[in-house]
């Protein structure tokens, strides 16, 4: 009866412990893999990561995280496996790349319900470009860290990132890049950042063939 419950329990464990990953992300062979101390750490940092977003997102907002996570698992092992990487290794290297993506939709999630001052989550108005801005403030007032990633639709390989410090005041924030000050500069209207960025910043060669930063930045709240 002992060796029943405790069989029981380890069930019981097994399966709440893969509550929140979609079976589909999982292998054929993931309790042997799961002995692979390096296999085993991936998976249960992925798993946490879809535990805390299950708790944090809405229900349709986690489910939409849930199918993007099946497809890009899917789709990293199945090339990884095509360049002769193993199973056990393409689905180690797909749950830790899926992890740090849970920690970026989490802490964008985070900056849409803390929408301060200028902090926040901004999406890219644009035509031609799939892009967003993360202003997050620093220990300093008006001080802010600044992160801009934008790629051309046409093809998403052709992007551009930009990372600086920004000080805020009266309407508008002065953005460093390394030595250079007012690097970008974003002015503020409502809920609308518009980003312009210097012309020594854009023939630095910073970003991809025809990419650019500038443009109109919406706010998102929940």
Request: charged letters at 30%; one cysteine or more; aromatic letters at 12%.
């Amino acid at each position: 009866m002992k060796k029943m419950k405790f069989a029981l329990m380890v069930l019981l464990a097994f399966v709440f412990g893969m509550a929140a990953v979609s079976f589909a992300a999982l292998p054929g062979n993931h309790e042997e893999y799961m002995k692979n101390e390096s296999y085993k750490s991936a998976f249960d940092q992925f798993t946490l990561g879809m535990e805390e977003a299950k708790d944090r997102l809405t229900p349709d907002e986690y489910e939409a995280l849930e199918k993007e996570c099946d497809e890009a698992i899917a789709s990293s092992v199945k090339e990884d496996m095509e360049r002769g990487i193993s199973e056990a290794d393409a689905y180690e290297t797909a749950y830790w790349m899926r992890y740090e993506h849970v920690g970026t939709e989490l802490r964008r999630d985070w900056l849409r319900k803390n929408a301060e001052d200028a902090q926040g989550f901004y999406r890219l108005k644009s035509d031609i470009f799939d892009g967003y801005m993360t202003l997050e403030k620093g220990d300093e007032d008006g001080l802010y860290a600044v992160e801009i990633e934008v790629a051309m639709k046409s093809d998403s390989h052709n992007t551009g990132s930009f990372y600086g410090p920004g000080y805020f005041s009266g309407g508008e924030m002065n953005v460093s890049h390394y030595d250079e000050e007012g690097a970008i500069v974003i002015t503020f209207d409502g809920e609308t950042a518009n980003v312009a960025a210097s012309q020594a910043l854009k023939d630095s060669g910073e970003f991809g063939a025809g990419v650019t930063i500038d443009g109109e930045y919406v706010r998102e709240k929940k």
